[in-house]
């Protein structure tokens, strides 16, 4: 029953905190999957999210005071007698530094002691075992490659110089995107233990519980609150494809103890610690997959999947892959349509998949599926209707259409142009454009309308006459002469039947 299931859910929560702070992380991770655990899993590891236990506000004066080389009442007004959050591998305080303006406070992230020990110790047992689980289970995947690619990013994690220099970089790339929020950070009071940035006020997602920064009462928060915070994760979605399509610098641990609504209404980022980054021919890589699940040309998405390292250089059978690729697609989707693919149901499929073909996950990727999962948990939530691909999609239209690199517009040529004649396939040009232009209007009962919008429209003409278009401009008098001749024709017909 219910209560049996909390009770088993307290139990893991504990042994988690127990295991320390990598327990910790693989307890956050699943308390944002509600397909994988059940709501009462959640309800209690969410509060590893900001509540795992504090240590005490002395030692924590004593590491401030250690790293910045002063007596805390000279760098604080005052510190707190108890901290705001306590996460797996810090705490945080809401103070105002000496000297600070009226209204202005700073949020000071103060590690917890002995991490520099604990750590590494957790990592080799787990390697340890993640090299037995390989070979034990027959599995694919480099396991201990992925591991050491968490590794790698979770020790850059317990070094708060390093936070700080990912959150103004973050900041520089991320922060113009509307309705999204960067804290500010303060170069002069941060070290390798100690992190000082701006307070944002706001409020956590609203179905998780603890104290965090102004969470609101109960468990659940309100149906209002719930669908609002649902566009705010469409927010998360954009920038998540910004970073990982355009500038290969993304955040890899965008849980919900990391994220804030403000009191403006938008998403605040707060947490900078595990970053990692893409580079640009894997970026293009990604783009050129993209685009051949739009044109489901599965044959190609095979290929990809072997250029991207999900299958060995050496396997040749893509033909069945491919037929396997476009099956599991199908099967997942709505009517076929990319926007409406069921990723629970995807992962189904491409798991059966991997059990008929050397499929693996590569050790850079891991991070990528994180990241993403994270944020699909979240807003899966709030809204178990939620399709990440249908929030996605309109972003990667818009950088199709008007992108000015070589290898995006090569992509929007494979999917517009007639690879034989040059000719514009309509169809798709329009997907595209309703999609990064917003789509067509909604009728009253909620269902897309399939006529041109005054939107679709706009987004066509803005199109054609933008850099690059010209050739796609030649095409469209191209079919226009045609039309033209076919209605000759036909009107020419007419009048000789007449006569």
């Known amino acids: 029953g219910k209560e049996s299931r ?30 994988l655990v059940g709501q009462e899993y959640m309800d209690a590891l969410g509060a590893l999210q900001d509540d795992v236990g504090a240590f005490s506000t002395e030692e924590a004066a004593r590491i401030i005071a250690a790293n910045l080389g002063a007596d805390v009442a000279e760098v604080l007004e005052r510190l707190p007698v108890a901290p705001v959050a306590s996460a797996s591998l810090g705490q945080v305080y809401r103070a105002r530094l000496r000297g600070m303006a009226p209204g202005q406070e700073v949020a000071v992230k103060v590690q917890r002691p002995g991490l520099a ?41 317990i070094d708060y110089n390093q936070e700080a220099n990912n959150a103004i970089r973050f900041g520089q790339l991320y922060g113009d995107i509307e309705g999204l929020v960067v804290p500010s950070i303060y170069p002069d009071f941060c070290s390798r233990q100690v992190l000082t940035m701006e307070w944002i006020q706001g409020t956590k997602a ?90 489901r040309d599965y044959k190609l998405l095979a290929r990809d999947f072997q250029v991207l390292e999900f299958i060995p250089e050496d396997f040749e059978d893509l ?64 809204n178990p209707d939620f399709k990440i691909v249908d929030a996605a999609y309109p972003y990667v239209a818009k950088r199709l259409l008007f992108g000015n690199s070589p290898e995006l517009r090569a992509a929007l040529d494979e999917i517009v142009l007639h690879p034989e004649t ?7 040009l329009l997907n595209l454009v309703g999609s990064g232009g917003g789509g067509g209007k909604k009728e009253k009962d909620g269902k897309e309308d399939s006529g041109l919008s005054e939107e679709m429209i706009r987004g066509v003409t803005e199109f054609l006459v933008a850099e690059g278009g010209r050739k796609y401009v030649d095409a469209l008098v191209e079919d226009l002469v045609d039309t033209a001749d076919s209605i000759q024709l036909t009107a020419g017909g007419a009048v000789s039947i007449a006569s």
């Open 6 to 35: 909390q009770a088993r859910a307290r139990q893991l929560k504990a042994a988690l905190t127990a295991a320390g702070p990598t327990g910790v992380k693989i307890g956050q991770a699943l308390s944002n999957r509600p397909d």
């Open 206 to 295: 609203p179905w998780t519980e603890g104290k965090g920064n102004d969470a609101p009462e109960g468990p659940r928060g309100s149906e209002v609150e719930r669908k609002a915070w649902a566009e705010l994760i469409k927010v998360g979605v954009q920038c998540n494809l910004k970073q990982l399509l355009d500038d290969g610098f993304f955040h890899a641990d965008p849980h919900s103890g990391n994220l804030l609504k403000t009191e403006n209404g938008d998403l605040a980022y707060l947490d900078f610690g595990m970053m990692s980054s893409l580079s640009q021919p894997r970026r293009y890589e990604l783009i050129a997959a993209i685009v051949h699940l739009i044109n």
């Open 117 to 157: 020990s604990l750590i590494p110790l957790d990592m080799y047992i787990l390697r340890g075992v993640a090299g037995i689980g390989k070979m034990v289970l027959k599995l694919r995947s480099d396991l201990p490659s992925i591991l050491d690619e968490f590794a790698s990013r979770l020790f850059e994690e």
């Open 319 to 382: 033909d069945a892959m491919s037929v396997a690729l476009e099956k599991a697609f199908g099967d997942a989707s709505s009517g076929g349509r990319l926007a409406a693919v069921n990723f629970a149901k995807l992962a189904d499929n491409l798991a059966a998949i991997a059990f008929r073909f050397p499929f693996r996950i590569p050790a850079y990727y891991s991070l990528i599926i994180r990241s993403l999962t994270i944020l699909e948990g979240i807003a899966l939530s709030s």
């Open 422 to 428: 040059g000719r514009i396939k309509w169809d798709r």
